[in-house]
């Protein structure tokens, strides 16, 4: 008469052979979690592991996100389809580090459709046993099991294990395959995450497709002129005489020195008609763009802002050199413990006006939508601290007028809003007098989020140096178009009727432009040069700011300091 084996807990000869183990870092995946039941080989084994061992898999670090950050939505469709393309824009642009995402994330979407395949053959499998213990008639009691099968308590196994399999085993083996099945989904599932955040990762530091107007290389194209230029005979006393440095201190409207011991190199006092011409300067540009009745609105934003806006407008923290860009506010311990989202002063109002939008969805019909703002801005950047960047060219703290619109997805239609701000920059500058240049800039001058950018330089008679090829010419303000790529990275959503109208539930993205209409050192300072007149030492108040500036007509040496 045989004897009834004792009732002990069942596990498996592999359980047996392979200790239990901690749950892998998301960065690490394991083969052995991924294998099957005993006696069995990994599925698709090859494909597990050169899918989990492949460097790309590892090296790519996720930006850590607040919970309340608009969640960005890439197309990693069309870069998959098109990674040439993508790969050429970057090169283009001076992006090389970027030009081989593309690839990359075609090999990380490899790698995400095994651990698809995997997962799938798990949950048919899981299933199968889930049905299998819910049917306890299908069951074989452990009695009849150690009877009939005295010599093997191991389940039956093979790479497509099927309900008829399942049939052979007592309830503790299905629960305990079970429990083996749910860490081996529980692996494939956080690869599947990890992989899906990688791709998202090196598709949000792609820049945007360049448009066919933009230049490719290094050299912009001259579009056209604003005013003329002056017939000045050219001497090195210009760099010094003609220089908004030495007439603004002649004439007691600048004090760097004062700035410097205050707050360092890079900022500055506006003193007495100095001032008085920024707030003029503001007061007609605002009075220029909203007057034409084209639908501007007025704004007054905030000057700091999260720095995942920041970032999701294509401001980066530092450069591609590693230099710094922007400004961060410091955090309290207290603050870092607790995941609190980190602030940085805004380098210009386009990123506030942007983050309006954030998060929301847009009506169609709404569109375009015109903001125009004025701010502070603040800009980290270390420019060289030659003669070119001195004075107000190249500052840390400035007040600037933003124009920012969100226009439908649609070349023509973001194209004639970026055409109307060029019109009003060229409107203004040229009522200053301010003899300029509209150029179109080529690809090595685009940032990340402009797929065509514009600039209007203007002469500063200080900066002219035909020795060495410089004719003068400086940049006061700018345009770009941004296609989708800041709605896209600031969930910024669009109903479209072409895509099924409000009742469809399908959403597009808007596109958006932004432009400069005055950026006051700049300008300050090309009015300072430019309407220098060194036989009365006095400069000339351009008469449409004259209405802001109590009548003036000129700025003389009476007001410079004792």
Same mark, same amino acid.
């Given at each position: ?218 050299? *912009? !194209? ?8 002056? $017939?000045? %005979?050219?001497?090195?006393?210009? /760099? &010094?005489?003609? =220089? ?107 990123? *506030? !006006? ?8 847009? $009506?169609? %019909?709404?569109?375009?939508?015109? /903001? &125009?703002?004025? =701010? ?187």
């Amino acid at each position: 008469m045989m004897m009834k084996a004792s009732k002990a807990p069942f596990v498996c000869l592999q359980c047996r052979l392979v200790r239990p183990r901690k749950k892998s870092h998301l960065f690490q995946s394991s083969t052995t979690a991924l294998r099957l039941f005993s006696g069995s080989t990994p599925t698709s084994s090859s494909s597990i592991s050169s899918g989990s061992s492949h460097p790309a898999f590892h090296d790519v670090p996720i930006t850590s996100r607040p919970t309340t950050a608009p969640k960005p939505n890439i197309d990693i469709k069309h870069i998959r389809q098109n990674p040439s393309l993508y790969e050429q824009n970057c090169l283009e642009r001076n992006y090389k580090t970027q030009s081989r995402y593309p690839s990359r994330i075609i090999e990380l979407f490899a790698q995400w459709q095994t651990r698809q395949r995997d997962g799938r053959s798990l949950r048919e499998r899981s299933n199968a046993l889930r049905r299998q213990i819910s049917n306890p008639t299908s069951i074989q009691h452990e009695d009849e099991e150690t009877e009939s099968k005295p010599t093997s308590t191991a389940p039956v196994t093979t790479t497509s294990t099927t309900e008829e399999n399942y049939k052979a085993m007592t309830k503790e083996q299905l629960i305990e395959e079970a429990r083996v099945l749910k860490e081996q989904l529980s692996t494939v599932e956080e690869d599947e995450a990890r992989l899906e955040a990688q791709m998202a990762e090196l598709a949000l530091a792609i820049p945007s497709l360049t448009s066919p107007e933009s230049p490719r290389g290094k050299e *912009p !194209l001259v579009l056209s002129y604003i005013n003329e230029l002056p $017939e000045l %005979a050219s001497s090195s006393s210009d /760099r &010094v005489w003609r =220089s908004h440095v030495h007439i603004g201190s002649e004439l007691g409207l600048l004090d760097f020195a004062g700035a410097a011991t205050t707050s360092g190199w890079g900022w500055y006092y506006l003193l007495d008609e100095g001032a008085q011409l920024e707030q003029a300067l503001v007061s007609y540009a605002l009075a220029v763009v909203t007057k034409h009745g084209l639908g501007w609105r007025q704004v007054s934003p905030p000057s700091i802002v999260y720095s995942h806006i920041a970032a999701a407008c294509g401001f980066q923290p530092r450069d591609q050199n590693g230099e710094q860009q922007i400004y961060a506010l410091g955090q309290s311990a207290s603050d870092v413990q607790r995941g609190k989202p980190e602030l940085c002063l805004a380098g210009t109002a386009e990123i *506030p !006006l942007a983050g309006m939008k954030a998060d929301t969805v847009l $009506e169609e %019909a709404d569109l375009p939508l015109k /903001r &125009v703002g004025v =701010s502070r801005c603040y800009r980290a950047e270390a420019g060289a601290r030659g003669v070119d960047t001195k004075g107000l060219y190249r500052v840390h703290e400035f007040t600037k007028v933003e124009m920012f619109a969100w226009t439908p997805p649609d070349a023509d239609a973001s194209s004639e809003v970026f055409l109307e701000m060029l019109d009003l920059q060229t409107e203004i500058l040229q009522d200053l007098g301010l003899p300029c240049r509209v150029l179109e800039m080529p690809t090595a001058d685009l940032g990340a989020s402009a797929a065509r950018k514009c600039d209007i330089e203007a002469f500063f008679p200080s900066r002219r140096n035909l020795d060495r090829g410089d004719d003068g010419w400086g940049e006061v303000t700018s345009a770009s178009m941004c296609t989708d790529y800041q709605a896209r990275r600031l969930a910024t959503r669009l109903r479209s009727s072409a895509l099924g109208g409000s009742g469809s539930g399908k959403m597009a993205y808007p596109w958006t432009v932004n432009g400069t209409a005055l950026a006051v050192p700049r300008v300050l300072a090309a009015l300072l040069e430019n309407g220098w007149d060194e036989d009365d030492m006095s400069v000339a108040i351009p008469e449409c700011l004259r209405p802001w500036m109590g009548g003036k007509e000129r700025i003389g040496m009476k007001y410079r300091r004792s």
